[in-house]
């Protein structure tokens, strides 16, 4: 059973452009959640799905930042305009259901730079 | 001020010797703590709980004061492979398991 699976696992983006982060869930897992990690800090949570629903986007940035999690296909995490304070570590998590954090297991992460 | 605080280190420590970590939490609502452990530009990994009564796991034993707000690690006979980032972890009460991080603590154990 593979485990959480992001990619790409660095990328690379000129100021202005979109980045898309994909992360894909353990199999059997419905439950989504995103966290940045700048340098030097902690994770934060940006946001958590459902397959079709965005439940708390409270840790989202109000502008260019969205998310989904459609009924195919892996979570998208979507960045406009990427400006240079954009740079950072992409982590999503994934879990059956929301019994616990210790049934939260996460990927290995996207890094991305901004030129 | 920080949910989760942490001293940052680093901390610097020969093989064999006992380390502790800190961690203060700002919300007397939090419910759950947890241990974390990061290794350079890799994901969190799940270390241990941590409970009221506090817990042990092999050279690891984590406490809990609700009243202090505070939790600690410590660990004994210090390996090379400790060494990593060392992040405290805690759940708000109420809906679901969202997770709070702490900036993290490094570790460095050298020989």
């Known amino acids: 059973n593979a485990g959480v699976m992001q990619n790409p696992r660095h990328l690379v983006r000129r100021r202005g452009q979109e980045a898309r982060l994909r992360c894909s869930p353990m199999k059997g897992h419905s439950h989504v959640y995103w966290y940045r990690q700048l340098p030097e800090e902690g994770l934060k949570f940006m946001v958590y799905l459902q397959k079709e629903n965005i439940i708390d986007e409270s840790g989202m940035p109000k502008e260019r930042f969205s998310a989904e999690f459609p009924k195919e296909g892996p979570s998208i995490l979507r960045i406009q305009q990427v400006v240079r304070g954009d740079s950072a570590a992409y982590f999503c998590a994934s879990s059956e259901e929301d019994r616990g954090p210790d049934t939260q297991y996460f990927g290995p992460g996207t890094r991305l730079t901004v030129l | 001020r920080k949910e989760v605080e942490q001293d940052p280190g680093p901390f610097n420590v020969p093989e064999g010797a006992t380390v502790a970590f800190n961690c203060t939490y700002s919300n007397s609502a939090s419910q759950s703590f947890f241990w974390y452990r990061q290794d350079c530009r890799k994901e969190p990994k799940l270390l241990m709980s941590?409970?009221?009564s506090g817990n042990e796991d092999g050279r690891f034993t984590a406490q809990l004061n609700r009243a202090s707000q505070y939790i600690s690690l410590l660990i004994r006979d210090s390996k090379l492979s400790d060494s990593a980032t060392y992040l405290c972890v805690v759940v708000i009460s109420g809906g679901y398991n969202k997770l709070i991080f702490g900036a993290g603590t490094r570790l460095a154990v050298h020989p």
């Open positions: 941590v409970y009221s």
